[in-house]
């Protein structure tokens, strides 16, 4: 799989108001591309939108409305490189939720990325290049207690972006998936102050910035970015799935899940 430039192309960023998305943002422009901003936050996106100053534009969005994504592809135009970074941590279990949230955790996190793919690759096969790039999570390599509706949706995108990519095959477009382990300064986890085992080190956002940089630059299929420990986590859980669970609840897994869904609650 080719690679694609970013100095001179036009990125469409997704979940740009967030903790990553901010840093994805930087790091996108700093490579020379001309980013498209989308979130629901105008103030925040604004805001990134003026501190990158030149090559930096506001597609403020909400993606769980329905034909959102189509609307967004149109109003985007032309774009070389799609990063579907948007997401709803829908932590919990799933009777916890209403109908209607874990509807919006699917639209966000899994339909609008299908969508969007849909509606920008044809540009980017005709003109024979392009990138489509998903930020998953390694919750979408192994799921753990009370993240089913968020596994279910970061599974999917790996899924999903395999076989996209099967298909692309030869056509000059790119796919790239990301797997982030936990991030400690800024997004989702960091903003709950729920503390993990000790031992489990976490990931900067500038980390998985430079893997999304990484990924659609060096043309690479997958990219985890995690501390040795969780990436072996990952590889023992693919053949013996049973130890990995239980040694995830001798480590409290239990306890800090309810904290971390209590303290998301709101991003339902
Ligand atoms: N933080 C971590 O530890 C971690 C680890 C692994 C993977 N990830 C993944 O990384 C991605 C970014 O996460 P983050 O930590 O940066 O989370 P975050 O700070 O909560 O940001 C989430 C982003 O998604 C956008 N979004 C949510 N609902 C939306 C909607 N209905 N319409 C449009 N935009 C919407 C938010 O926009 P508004 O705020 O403007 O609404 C925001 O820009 C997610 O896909 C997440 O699953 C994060």
Do not use: W
Request: proline residues 3%; aromatic residues 2%; hydrophobic residues 45%.
């Amino acid at each position: 799989m080719r690679g694609l430039q970013l100095a001179g192309s036009t990125v469409l960023l997704t979940g740009a108001s967030g903790g990553l998305g901010r840093a994805i943002a930087r790091a996108l422009h700093a490579r020379g591309a001309r980013v498209l901003l989308n979130g629901r936050n105008t103030e925040v996106l604004e805001e990134t939108a003026a501190e990158l100053g030149e090559r930096a534009e506001v597609l403020a969005l909400d993606l769980a409305e329905p034909g959102a994504a189509l609307t967004l592809a149109e109003r985007a135009g032309s774009v070389d490189a799609l990063v579907a970074n948007a997401g709803l941590p829908a932590s919990g279990s799933v009777e916890d939720f209403t109908h209607e949230q874990i509807d919006r955790a699917i639209d966000v996190n899994l339909r609008v990325p299908i969508q969007l793919t849909r509606a920008l690759l044809p540009g980017m096969i005709e003109r024979g290049h392009g990138h489509l790039l998903y930020v998953s999570s390694l919750s979408g390599k192994v799921a753990s207690i009370r993240s089913c509706i968020y596994s279910a949706t970061k599974f999917g995108l790996r899924g999903f972006a395999s076989g996209v990519r099967e298909d692309l095959h030869g056509t000059g477009v790119g796919v790239t998936v990301v797997f982030p382990s936990f991030i400690a300064d800024v997004g989702m986890y960091a903003e709950t102050g729920v503390k993990l085992p000790r031992g489990v080190s976490l990931i900067s956002a500038e980390q998985a910035a430079a893997a999304v940089i990484r990924g659609i630059e060096q043309g690479r299929g997958e990219i985890d970015v995690a501390p040795l420990s969780l990436r072996a986590g990952v590889l023992v859980s693919s053949v013996a799935p049973k130890t990995t669970a239980r040694l995830q609840r001798r480590l409290g897994s239990d306890r800090i899940a309810a904290e971390m869904a209590d303290a998301q609650r709101h991003k339902r």
